[in-house]
Protein backbone atom coordinates (compact mmCIF):
# COMPACT_ATOMS: atom_id res chain seq x y z
CA UNK A 1 0.00 0.00 0.00
CA UNK A 2 1.45 3.70 -0.61
CA UNK A 3 1.69 5.71 2.51
CA UNK A 4 0.28 8.61 -0.07
CA UNK A 5 -1.94 7.80 -3.53
CA UNK A 6 -2.66 11.36 -5.13
CA UNK A 7 -5.47 10.80 -8.23
CA UNK A 8 -5.83 13.20 -10.95
CA UNK A 9 -6.04 15.89 -8.16
CA UNK A 10 -7.08 19.49 -9.51
CA UNK A 11 -7.63 22.77 -8.09
CA UNK A 12 -8.81 25.82 -10.02
CA UNK A 13 -9.07 29.35 -7.88
CA UNK A 14 -11.30 31.27 -10.28
CA UNK A 15 -10.16 30.42 -13.87
CA UNK A 16 -6.71 29.63 -12.71
CA UNK A 17 -5.92 26.14 -12.32
CA UNK A 18 -3.19 25.85 -10.06
CA UNK A 19 -3.15 22.48 -9.86
CA UNK A 20 -3.93 20.29 -13.28
CA UNK A 21 -4.83 17.01 -13.04
CA UNK A 22 -1.66 15.46 -11.03
CA UNK A 23 -1.31 11.61 -9.91
CA UNK A 24 1.44 9.69 -8.05
CA UNK A 25 2.22 7.51 -5.33
CA UNK A 26 4.77 7.59 -2.14
CA UNK A 27 5.69 4.93 -1.04
CA UNK A 28 5.44 3.31 3.22
CA UNK A 29 8.79 4.55 4.47
CA UNK A 30 10.19 6.90 1.74
CA UNK A 31 11.50 10.32 1.46
CA UNK A 32 9.80 11.97 -1.23
CA UNK A 33 10.67 15.53 -2.74
CA UNK A 34 8.39 17.74 -3.84
CA UNK A 35 9.74 20.98 -6.03
CA UNK A 36 8.17 23.41 -8.46
CA UNK A 37 8.95 27.06 -8.52
CA UNK A 38 7.08 30.12 -6.91
CA UNK A 39 3.24 29.39 -7.59
CA UNK A 40 3.70 26.15 -9.19
CA UNK A 41 1.02 24.47 -7.07
CA UNK A 42 3.10 22.86 -4.59
CA UNK A 43 2.05 24.40 -1.40
CA UNK A 44 -2.11 24.10 -2.87
CA UNK A 45 -1.04 20.82 -3.10
CA UNK A 46 0.34 19.94 0.27
CA UNK A 47 -2.76 21.71 1.20
CA UNK A 48 -5.07 19.26 -0.64
CA UNK A 49 -3.43 16.25 0.99
CA UNK A 50 -3.55 17.84 3.95
CA UNK A 51 -7.23 18.30 4.33
CA UNK A 52 -7.20 22.33 4.40
CA UNK A 53 -8.47 22.95 0.90
CA UNK A 54 -10.81 20.66 -1.06
CA UNK A 55 -9.57 19.87 -4.19
CA UNK A 56 -12.03 20.52 -6.86
CA UNK A 57 -11.28 16.66 -8.81
CA UNK A 58 -9.45 13.82 -8.20
CA UNK A 59 -8.84 12.60 -4.44
CA UNK A 60 -6.11 12.21 -1.88
CA UNK A 61 -5.77 8.95 -0.13
CA UNK A 62 -3.29 8.68 3.44
CA UNK A 63 -2.75 5.92 4.72
CA UNK A 64 -5.64 4.22 2.85
CA UNK A 65 -7.79 7.12 4.06
CA UNK A 66 -9.55 9.18 1.93
CA UNK A 67 -8.35 13.09 3.30
CA UNK A 68 -11.83 14.31 1.83
CA UNK A 69 -14.23 11.44 2.93
CA UNK A 70 -12.38 10.74 6.29
CA UNK A 71 -10.82 14.00 6.98
CA UNK A 72 -10.63 12.81 10.33
CA UNK A 73 -8.73 9.59 10.77
CA UNK A 74 -6.28 10.93 7.21
CA UNK A 75 -4.99 13.60 9.79
CA UNK A 76 -4.75 12.03 12.73
CA UNK A 77 -1.82 9.59 11.10
CA UNK A 78 0.08 12.87 9.27
CA UNK A 79 2.17 15.35 11.03
CA UNK A 80 2.02 18.73 9.18
CA UNK A 81 4.90 21.57 8.94
CA UNK A 82 2.54 23.77 7.20
CA UNK A 83 4.62 26.73 5.05
CA UNK A 84 2.69 29.32 6.84
CA UNK A 85 2.62 28.06 10.37
CA UNK A 86 3.45 29.26 13.38
CA UNK A 87 3.65 27.79 17.44
CA UNK A 88 1.94 29.95 19.86
CA UNK A 89 4.01 32.71 20.75
CA UNK A 90 2.20 33.24 24.35
CA UNK A 91 2.39 29.16 25.34
CA UNK A 92 5.96 27.93 26.10
CA UNK A 93 7.79 25.20 24.33
CA UNK A 94 6.03 22.48 26.87
CA UNK A 95 2.36 23.89 26.55
CA UNK A 96 2.71 24.33 23.01
CA UNK A 97 3.49 20.18 22.72
CA UNK A 98 0.87 19.42 25.39
CA UNK A 99 -2.01 21.41 23.27
CA UNK A 100 -0.95 19.59 20.00
CA UNK A 101 -0.89 16.18 21.86
CA UNK A 102 -4.14 17.05 23.59
CA UNK A 103 -5.57 18.27 19.46
CA UNK A 104 -4.16 14.18 18.68
CA UNK A 105 -5.54 12.61 21.25
CA UNK A 106 -2.49 11.58 23.05
CA UNK A 107 -2.79 9.85 26.43
CA UNK A 108 -1.02 12.54 28.94
CA UNK A 109 1.75 9.93 29.74
CA UNK A 110 2.90 9.13 26.77
CA UNK A 111 2.82 13.22 25.24
CA UNK A 112 4.46 14.07 28.47
CA UNK A 113 7.41 11.30 27.53
CA UNK A 114 7.31 12.24 23.53
CA UNK A 115 7.39 15.86 24.47
CA UNK A 116 10.74 15.27 26.99
CA UNK A 117 11.96 13.19 24.19
CA UNK A 118 11.59 15.67 21.35
CA UNK A 119 12.41 18.89 23.20
CA UNK A 120 15.59 16.95 24.13
CA UNK A 121 16.06 16.03 20.89
CA UNK A 122 15.58 19.16 19.13
CA UNK A 123 17.99 21.12 21.50
CA UNK A 124 14.92 22.94 23.22
CA UNK A 125 14.66 20.88 26.47
CA UNK A 126 16.65 23.82 28.39
CA UNK A 127 13.91 26.43 27.32
CA UNK A 128 10.93 24.40 27.44
CA UNK A 129 8.88 26.76 30.24
CA UNK A 130 9.99 29.77 28.39
CA UNK A 131 7.24 31.70 25.58
CA UNK A 132 7.87 30.66 22.46
CA UNK A 133 7.59 34.92 21.58
CA UNK A 134 11.16 34.70 22.35
CA UNK A 135 12.71 32.42 20.56
CA UNK A 136 14.76 32.51 17.36
CA UNK A 137 13.44 31.28 13.84
CA UNK A 138 15.33 28.35 13.75
CA UNK A 139 14.10 27.84 17.60
CA UNK A 140 10.68 28.42 16.41
CA UNK A 141 10.59 25.99 13.04
CA UNK A 142 12.73 23.14 15.60
CA UNK A 143 9.57 23.59 17.84
CA UNK A 144 6.68 23.58 14.83
CA UNK A 145 8.60 20.03 14.30
CA UNK A 146 8.49 18.84 17.67
CA UNK A 147 4.52 19.62 16.97
CA UNK A 148 4.24 18.05 14.28
CA UNK A 149 6.15 14.84 16.16
CA UNK A 150 4.24 14.35 19.26
CA UNK A 151 1.49 12.35 18.00
CA UNK A 152 4.56 10.18 15.67
CA UNK A 153 3.13 10.45 12.71
CA UNK A 154 3.15 7.36 10.01
CA UNK A 155 2.98 10.47 7.40
CA UNK A 156 4.99 13.75 7.88
CA UNK A 157 4.48 16.46 5.46
CA UNK A 158 7.17 19.63 5.69
CA UNK A 159 6.43 22.67 3.68
CA UNK A 160 9.78 24.36 3.03
CA UNK A 161 11.31 23.39 6.39
CA UNK A 162 14.44 24.84 6.29
CA UNK A 163 13.69 28.04 4.01
CA UNK A 164 15.58 30.77 6.34
CA UNK A 165 17.04 29.06 8.68
CA UNK A 166 20.46 29.22 10.14
CA UNK A 167 22.56 26.31 9.22
CA UNK A 168 22.67 24.31 12.75
CA UNK A 169 19.06 24.30 12.80
CA UNK A 170 18.95 23.02 9.22
CA UNK A 171 21.34 20.49 9.99
CA UNK A 172 19.58 19.44 12.37
CA UNK A 173 15.96 18.91 10.87
CA UNK A 174 17.60 17.39 8.01
CA UNK A 175 19.51 15.02 10.25
CA UNK A 176 15.75 14.19 11.95
CA UNK A 177 14.37 13.66 8.58
CA UNK A 178 16.68 10.93 8.26
CA UNK A 179 16.64 9.55 11.38
CA UNK A 180 12.63 9.61 10.66
CA UNK A 181 12.59 7.65 7.04
CA UNK A 182 15.13 4.85 8.76
CA UNK A 183 12.26 3.84 11.47
CA UNK A 184 9.47 3.70 8.30
CA UNK A 185 8.07 7.68 8.49
CA UNK A 186 6.85 8.71 5.26
CA UNK A 187 7.97 11.89 4.18
CA UNK A 188 6.82 14.65 1.72
CA UNK A 189 9.05 17.54 1.52
CA UNK A 190 8.43 20.55 -0.73
CA UNK A 191 11.72 22.79 -0.45
CA UNK A 192 13.49 25.11 -2.85
CA UNK A 193 16.80 23.52 -1.51
CA UNK A 194 18.10 21.09 -4.54
CA UNK A 195 21.05 20.18 -2.28
CA UNK A 196 18.81 19.43 0.15
CA UNK A 197 16.29 17.52 -1.95
CA UNK A 198 19.21 15.61 -3.71
CA UNK A 199 20.43 14.90 -0.30
CA UNK A 200 17.30 14.02 1.80
CA UNK A 201 14.61 12.29 -1.13
CA UNK A 202 14.55 9.09 -2.52
CA UNK A 203 12.01 10.44 -4.95
CA UNK A 204 11.31 13.58 -6.27
CA UNK A 205 8.31 15.24 -8.56
CA UNK A 206 8.97 18.29 -10.11
CA UNK A 207 5.63 20.54 -10.69
CA UNK A 208 5.65 23.06 -12.85
CA UNK A 209 2.44 25.39 -13.57
CA UNK A 210 0.06 22.86 -12.11
CA UNK A 211 1.29 20.02 -13.59
CA UNK A 212 3.86 17.35 -12.67
CA UNK A 213 6.88 17.55 -15.68
CA UNK A 214 9.12 14.93 -14.06
CA UNK A 215 9.16 11.96 -11.10
CA UNK A 216 11.88 10.19 -10.86
CA UNK A 217 14.72 9.25 -8.54
CA UNK A 218 17.35 12.23 -8.56
CA UNK A 219 20.47 10.45 -10.28
CA UNK A 220 17.85 9.26 -12.92
CA UNK A 221 16.55 13.00 -13.06
CA UNK A 222 20.04 13.63 -13.54
CA UNK A 223 20.59 11.81 -16.72
CA UNK A 224 17.88 13.60 -18.26
CA UNK A 225 20.34 16.45 -18.49
CA UNK A 226 21.91 16.25 -22.02
CA UNK A 227 24.10 19.03 -22.87
CA UNK A 228 23.74 20.55 -19.54
CA UNK A 229 27.67 19.03 -18.71
CA UNK A 230 29.65 22.70 -18.14
CA UNK A 231 33.24 23.64 -17.80
CA UNK A 232 34.10 26.04 -14.98
CA UNK A 233 36.90 28.16 -15.64
CA UNK A 234 38.50 31.64 -13.68
CA UNK A 235 40.72 33.34 -15.26
CA UNK A 236 43.69 35.93 -13.68
CA UNK A 237 41.66 38.61 -15.16
CA UNK A 238 38.33 39.73 -16.17
CA UNK A 239 37.86 38.51 -19.99
CA UNK A 240 34.67 39.17 -22.53
CA UNK A 241 31.94 36.59 -21.91
CA UNK A 242 31.29 37.27 -25.67
CA UNK A 243 34.59 35.89 -26.37
CA UNK A 244 33.88 32.44 -24.45
CA UNK A 245 30.28 31.97 -26.02
CA UNK A 246 31.80 32.09 -29.49
CA UNK A 247 33.41 28.61 -28.83
CA UNK A 248 32.19 26.21 -31.06
CA UNK A 249 30.99 23.37 -28.79
CA UNK A 250 29.48 25.82 -26.30
CA UNK A 251 25.57 26.66 -25.88
CA UNK A 252 25.49 28.96 -23.47
CA UNK A 253 27.68 31.39 -20.75
CA UNK A 254 27.21 32.00 -17.17
CA UNK A 255 29.20 34.71 -15.37
CA UNK A 256 29.66 33.93 -11.50
CA UNK A 257 31.26 35.56 -9.54
CA UNK A 258 35.12 35.42 -11.08
CA UNK A 259 34.57 32.56 -12.58
CA UNK A 260 32.22 31.40 -16.18
CA UNK A 261 30.29 28.53 -16.28
CA UNK A 262 29.93 27.43 -19.97
CA UNK A 263 27.04 24.57 -21.15
CA UNK A 264 28.85 22.42 -23.78
CA UNK A 265 27.91 19.61 -25.91
CA UNK A 266 31.30 18.65 -26.19
CA UNK A 267 32.89 19.27 -22.70
CA UNK A 268 36.66 17.67 -23.97
CA UNK A 269 36.62 20.34 -27.09
CA UNK A 270 35.57 22.85 -24.81
CA UNK A 271 38.37 22.21 -22.63
CA UNK A 272 40.80 22.72 -25.68
CA UNK A 273 38.86 25.95 -26.43
CA UNK A 274 39.55 27.76 -23.13
CA UNK A 275 43.56 26.31 -23.04
CA UNK A 276 43.92 27.41 -26.62
CA UNK A 277 42.16 30.89 -25.71
CA UNK A 278 44.01 31.21 -22.65
CA UNK A 279 47.66 31.02 -24.29
CA UNK A 280 46.70 33.29 -28.00
CA UNK A 281 45.42 35.63 -24.86
CA UNK A 282 48.01 35.33 -22.47
CA UNK A 283 46.15 34.50 -19.69
CA UNK A 284 46.62 32.25 -16.22
CA UNK A 285 44.11 29.90 -15.92
CA UNK A 286 43.36 30.45 -12.36
CA UNK A 287 40.84 27.24 -12.11
CA UNK A 288 39.15 24.21 -14.45
CA UNK A 289 36.60 21.98 -13.37
CA UNK A 290 34.53 20.28 -15.70
CA UNK A 291 31.03 19.76 -13.79
CA UNK A 292 27.85 17.15 -13.85
CA UNK A 293 24.30 18.20 -14.30
CA UNK A 294 23.02 19.06 -10.92
CA UNK A 295 19.46 18.54 -9.84
CA UNK A 296 19.31 22.63 -10.24
CA UNK A 297 20.25 22.04 -14.19
CA UNK A 298 17.82 19.99 -14.41
CA UNK A 299 14.57 21.79 -12.24
CA UNK A 300 16.03 24.86 -14.02
CA UNK A 301 15.59 22.95 -17.37
CA UNK A 302 12.51 21.85 -16.87
CA UNK A 303 10.91 24.43 -15.11
CA UNK A 304 12.23 27.38 -17.66
CA UNK A 305 9.17 28.77 -19.43
CA UNK A 306 11.92 29.83 -22.45
CA UNK A 307 14.90 28.17 -22.44
CA UNK A 308 18.09 31.17 -23.58
CA UNK A 309 19.32 30.60 -27.19
CA UNK A 310 22.71 28.50 -27.76
CA UNK A 311 25.24 30.93 -26.96
CA UNK A 312 23.45 33.61 -25.09
CA UNK A 313 25.34 34.93 -22.53
CA UNK A 314 23.66 35.26 -19.08
CA UNK A 315 25.41 38.16 -16.84
CA UNK B 1 -14.10 8.96 15.16
CA UNK B 2 -16.72 9.89 17.81
CA UNK B 3 -18.86 13.39 18.84
CA UNK B 4 -17.59 12.80 22.65
CA UNK B 5 -13.54 12.87 21.38
CA UNK B 6 -14.50 15.69 18.99
CA UNK B 7 -16.11 17.32 22.11
CA UNK B 8 -13.02 16.65 24.35
CA UNK B 9 -10.82 18.12 21.74
CA UNK B 10 -13.74 21.90 21.53
CA UNK B 11 -12.70 21.23 25.52
CA UNK B 12 -8.79 21.45 24.42
CA UNK B 13 -9.53 24.30 21.50
CA UNK B 14 -11.73 26.08 24.20
CA UNK B 15 -9.01 25.95 27.00
CA UNK B 16 -6.14 26.88 24.37
CA UNK B 17 -8.46 30.25 24.19
CA UNK B 18 -8.53 30.66 27.70
CA UNK B 19 -4.24 30.48 27.58
CA UNK B 20 -3.83 32.76 25.09
CA UNK B 21 -6.81 35.21 24.23
CA UNK B 22 -8.87 36.40 27.82
CA UNK B 23 -6.07 39.20 28.46
CA UNK B 24 -5.72 40.38 24.94
CA UNK B 25 -5.99 44.23 24.56
CA UNK B 26 -9.37 44.07 22.48
CA UNK B 27 -10.90 41.66 25.00
CA UNK B 28 -9.82 43.36 27.97
CA UNK B 29 -10.88 47.00 26.59
CA UNK B 30 -14.16 45.37 24.77
CA UNK B 31 -15.06 42.73 27.66
CA UNK B 32 -14.30 44.50 30.79
CA UNK B 33 -13.54 48.27 30.23
CA UNK B 34 -16.03 49.44 27.93
CA UNK B 35 -19.27 47.41 29.67
CA UNK B 36 -18.06 48.83 33.19
CA UNK B 37 -18.35 52.02 32.22
CA UNK B 38 -21.06 51.45 30.55
CA UNK B 39 -22.25 49.78 33.39
CA UNK B 40 -20.98 52.90 35.59
CA UNK B 41 -23.02 55.67 33.36
CA UNK B 42 -26.62 53.08 33.31
CA UNK B 43 -26.75 53.19 37.04
CA UNK B 44 -25.74 56.69 38.46
CA UNK B 45 -27.45 59.43 38.22
CA UNK B 46 -30.97 57.63 37.62
CA UNK B 47 -33.63 57.51 40.15
CA UNK B 48 -34.43 54.12 40.60
CA UNK B 49 -34.03 51.08 43.19
CA UNK B 50 -31.35 48.35 42.47
CA UNK B 51 -34.20 45.84 41.58
CA UNK B 52 -34.67 48.04 38.72
CA UNK B 53 -31.57 48.17 37.95
CA UNK B 54 -30.56 44.77 38.06
CA UNK B 55 -32.05 43.59 34.65
CA UNK B 56 -30.49 45.98 32.88
CA UNK B 57 -27.35 45.63 34.82
CA UNK B 58 -27.30 41.84 34.15
CA UNK B 59 -28.24 42.22 30.45
CA UNK B 60 -25.41 43.95 29.46
CA UNK B 61 -22.74 42.36 31.80
CA UNK B 62 -23.90 38.99 29.98
CA UNK B 63 -24.02 40.18 26.79
CA UNK B 64 -20.82 42.55 26.73
CA UNK B 65 -18.36 40.15 28.28
CA UNK B 66 -19.83 36.88 26.41
CA UNK B 67 -19.77 38.45 22.93
CA UNK B 68 -15.62 40.14 23.55
CA UNK B 69 -13.85 37.07 22.90
CA UNK B 70 -15.26 35.34 20.16
CA UNK B 71 -14.65 37.64 17.54
CA UNK B 72 -11.32 38.35 18.73
CA UNK B 73 -9.94 34.44 18.00
CA UNK B 74 -10.19 33.39 14.44
CA UNK B 75 -8.55 36.71 12.99
CA UNK B 76 -5.91 36.64 15.47
CA UNK B 77 -5.33 33.38 14.94
CA UNK B 78 -5.08 33.53 11.04
CA UNK B 79 -2.75 36.56 12.35
CA UNK B 80 -0.51 35.07 13.93
CA UNK B 81 -0.71 31.35 11.72
CA UNK B 82 -1.58 29.52 14.02
CA UNK B 83 -5.48 28.65 12.33
CA UNK B 84 -3.65 26.17 9.25
CA UNK B 85 -2.00 24.23 12.56
CA UNK B 86 -5.33 23.48 13.84
CA UNK B 87 -7.20 23.29 11.05
CA UNK B 88 -4.65 20.40 9.79
CA UNK B 89 -5.30 18.48 13.11
CA UNK B 90 -7.75 16.22 13.91
CA UNK B 91 -10.73 18.25 14.95
CA UNK B 92 -13.80 18.96 12.70
CA UNK B 93 -14.68 22.37 12.02
CA UNK B 94 -17.46 22.31 14.28
CA UNK B 95 -15.56 21.33 17.15
CA UNK B 96 -13.04 24.02 16.50
CA UNK B 97 -16.05 26.37 16.49
CA UNK B 98 -17.55 25.16 19.51
CA UNK B 99 -14.27 24.78 21.61
CA UNK B 100 -14.30 29.37 20.43
CA UNK B 101 -18.00 29.45 21.71
CA UNK B 102 -17.44 27.39 25.21
CA UNK B 103 -14.11 29.95 25.41
CA UNK B 104 -16.44 32.96 25.02
CA UNK B 105 -19.04 31.59 27.24
CA UNK B 106 -16.48 30.99 30.12
CA UNK B 107 -15.67 34.40 29.73
CA UNK B 108 -18.86 35.33 29.69
CA UNK B 109 -20.06 33.59 32.98
CA UNK B 110 -16.89 34.11 34.75
CA UNK B 111 -17.08 38.11 34.06
CA UNK B 112 -21.07 38.44 34.78
CA UNK B 113 -20.72 36.93 38.49
CA UNK B 114 -18.67 39.94 39.94
CA UNK B 115 -21.99 41.85 39.49
CA UNK B 116 -24.13 39.50 40.51
CA UNK B 117 -22.10 39.16 43.41
CA UNK B 118 -21.93 42.50 44.04
CA UNK B 119 -25.72 43.52 43.46
CA UNK B 120 -26.77 40.41 45.30
CA UNK B 121 -24.40 41.48 48.38
CA UNK B 122 -26.66 45.05 48.33
CA UNK B 123 -29.35 43.19 48.84
CA UNK B 124 -31.10 42.44 45.68
CA UNK B 125 -33.13 39.26 45.95
CA UNK B 126 -33.65 36.77 43.12
CA UNK B 127 -36.98 34.55 44.07
CA UNK B 128 -36.93 32.98 40.70
CA UNK B 129 -32.98 31.33 41.50
CA UNK B 130 -33.88 28.25 39.11
CA UNK B 131 -35.09 30.51 36.21
CA UNK B 132 -32.64 32.91 36.27
CA UNK B 133 -29.76 30.03 36.49
CA UNK B 134 -30.88 28.37 33.44
CA UNK B 135 -31.54 31.85 31.48
CA UNK B 136 -28.20 32.98 32.63
CA UNK B 137 -26.66 30.04 30.96
CA UNK B 138 -28.55 30.14 28.29
CA UNK B 139 -28.48 33.29 27.35
CA UNK B 140 -24.43 33.52 28.04
CA UNK B 141 -24.02 30.36 25.26
CA UNK B 142 -26.34 32.10 23.32
CA UNK B 143 -24.67 35.56 23.39
CA UNK B 144 -20.87 33.51 22.84
CA UNK B 145 -22.68 31.68 19.53
CA UNK B 146 -23.40 35.27 18.30
CA UNK B 147 -19.70 36.42 19.01
CA UNK B 148 -18.38 33.39 16.81
CA UNK B 149 -21.00 34.62 14.14
CA UNK B 150 -19.85 37.79 14.43
CA UNK B 151 -16.26 37.09 13.21
CA UNK B 152 -17.57 34.72 10.07
CA UNK B 153 -16.67 38.26 7.75
CA UNK B 154 -15.07 39.87 6.59
CA UNK B 155 -12.35 36.85 6.67
CA UNK B 156 -9.71 39.17 7.87
CA UNK B 157 -6.74 38.60 9.72
CA UNK B 158 -7.30 42.16 11.79
CA UNK B 159 -8.75 41.50 15.06
CA UNK B 160 -9.45 45.24 15.68
CA UNK B 161 -11.22 45.34 12.44
CA UNK B 162 -13.85 42.37 13.62
CA UNK B 163 -13.87 43.80 16.83
CA UNK B 164 -15.26 47.42 15.45
CA UNK B 165 -17.90 45.33 13.00
CA UNK B 166 -19.22 43.33 15.86
CA UNK B 167 -19.58 46.58 17.89
CA UNK B 168 -21.93 47.66 15.04
CA UNK B 169 -24.01 44.60 16.11
CA UNK B 170 -23.67 44.70 19.62
CA UNK B 171 -24.75 48.28 20.72
CA UNK B 172 -27.91 48.37 18.57
CA UNK B 173 -29.08 45.36 19.96
CA UNK B 174 -28.15 46.66 23.60
CA UNK B 175 -30.48 50.01 22.75
CA UNK B 176 -33.77 47.47 21.47
CA UNK B 177 -33.53 44.81 23.91
CA UNK B 178 -35.53 46.57 26.90
CA UNK B 179 -32.07 47.47 29.03
CA UNK B 180 -33.31 51.08 29.30
CA UNK B 181 -36.91 50.31 29.33
CA UNK B 182 -39.45 47.48 29.65
CA UNK B 183 -40.71 46.19 26.88
CA UNK B 184 -44.12 46.77 28.11
CA UNK B 185 -43.54 50.87 27.83
CA UNK B 186 -41.87 50.44 24.40
CA UNK B 187 -44.37 51.43 21.35
CA UNK B 188 -46.31 48.77 19.25
CA UNK B 189 -42.84 49.36 16.39
CA UNK B 190 -40.63 49.20 19.50
CA UNK B 191 -41.47 46.19 21.03
CA UNK B 192 -41.31 44.41 17.59
CA UNK B 193 -37.99 45.38 16.88
CA UNK B 194 -37.40 44.10 20.44
CA UNK B 195 -38.78 40.70 19.98
CA UNK B 196 -35.59 40.25 17.47
CA UNK B 197 -33.18 40.26 19.96
CA UNK B 198 -32.33 37.37 22.34
CA UNK B 199 -31.11 39.93 25.34
CA UNK B 200 -34.94 41.51 25.10
CA UNK B 201 -35.64 37.37 26.51
CA UNK B 202 -32.89 37.39 29.02
CA UNK B 203 -33.73 40.56 30.93
CA UNK B 204 -37.39 39.48 30.66
CA UNK B 205 -36.13 36.55 32.56
CA UNK B 206 -34.37 38.64 35.26
CA UNK B 207 -36.88 40.65 35.50
CA UNK B 208 -39.56 38.03 36.36
CA UNK B 209 -36.55 36.35 38.78
CA UNK B 210 -36.56 39.30 40.88
CA UNK B 211 -39.85 41.02 40.88
CA UNK B 212 -41.98 37.81 39.39
CA UNK B 213 -43.61 40.22 36.44
CA UNK B 214 -42.57 39.14 33.05
CA UNK B 215 -43.75 40.28 29.16
CA UNK B 216 -43.43 37.41 27.59
CA UNK B 217 -44.17 33.89 29.19
CA UNK B 218 -41.14 32.23 30.99
CA UNK B 219 -41.33 28.88 28.73
CA UNK B 220 -41.18 31.15 25.60
CA UNK B 221 -38.19 33.28 26.73
CA UNK B 222 -36.13 29.97 27.80
CA UNK B 223 -37.61 28.43 24.22
CA UNK B 224 -36.47 31.86 21.97
CA UNK B 225 -33.04 31.72 23.95
CA UNK B 226 -32.57 28.09 23.38
CA UNK B 227 -33.57 28.58 19.48
CA UNK B 228 -31.00 31.76 19.03
CA UNK B 229 -28.22 29.57 20.57
CA UNK B 230 -28.73 26.59 18.29
CA UNK B 231 -29.41 29.12 15.05
CA UNK B 232 -26.53 31.31 16.01
CA UNK B 233 -23.96 28.32 16.39
CA UNK B 234 -24.71 25.99 13.66
CA UNK B 235 -25.26 29.61 10.92
CA UNK B 236 -21.73 30.47 12.71
CA UNK B 237 -20.08 26.78 11.72
CA UNK B 238 -21.10 26.95 8.12
CA UNK B 239 -20.64 30.25 7.53
CA UNK B 240 -17.13 29.59 8.94
CA UNK B 241 -16.41 26.27 6.97
CA UNK B 242 -17.57 28.57 3.74
CA UNK B 243 -14.89 31.18 4.47
CA UNK B 244 -12.09 29.20 6.21
CA UNK B 245 -10.45 28.92 2.78
CA UNK B 246 -10.15 32.54 2.13
CA UNK B 247 -9.21 33.13 5.48
CA UNK B 248 -5.85 30.48 5.11
CA UNK B 249 -5.00 31.70 1.44
Same mark, same amino acid.
Given at each position: ???????????????????????????????????????????????????????????????????????????????????????????????????????????????????????????????????????? &???? /?????????????????????????????????????????????????????????????????????????????????? /???????????????????????????????? &????????????????????????????????????????????????? /???????????? | ??????????????????????????????????????????????????????????????????????? %???????????????????????????????????????????????????????????????????????????????????????????????????????????????????????? %????????????????????????????????????? %?????????????????????
Amino acid at each position: MNAIEVQALTKRFGGFRAVDHISFGVEEGEVFGFLGPNGSGKSTTIRMLTGVIRPDQGKAIIMGHDVHKEPLKAKQVMGIVPETSNAYIELSAWNNLMLMGELYGVPKKEREERAYMLLKQFGLHERRDSPARGFS &KGMK /QRLILCMALINEPSVLFLDEPTSGLDVESTRLINDVIRDLNRTGTTVFLTTHDMVEANQLCERIAIINRGAIVAIDRPEILK /QMASGLESVEVSFERTVEADALSAFVHVRRVE &KRGDKFRLYAEDVNGTIDSITDFAKMQGLKIVSLNTLAPSLEDIFVKLT /QKERPEAGRVLA | MSWREQIGRSLVVAKKDVWIYYLKGPVIVFGLIFPLFLLIAFTIGRNISLKELFPGVMGMAIFFTSTAVGP %AILPWEARSRTLERLVCSPVSVWALFLGDVLASFFFGLLISLAPLIILLGLGVEVHHILVFVIGMILATFCFASLSILLSVYPPTDVPATVMMLSSLVRFPLVFISGVFLPVEELPSWGR %AISSVSPLTYFIDLARYSITGISYYSIPLDLAVLLLF %AVAFLLVSIKLHERFLPQRLS
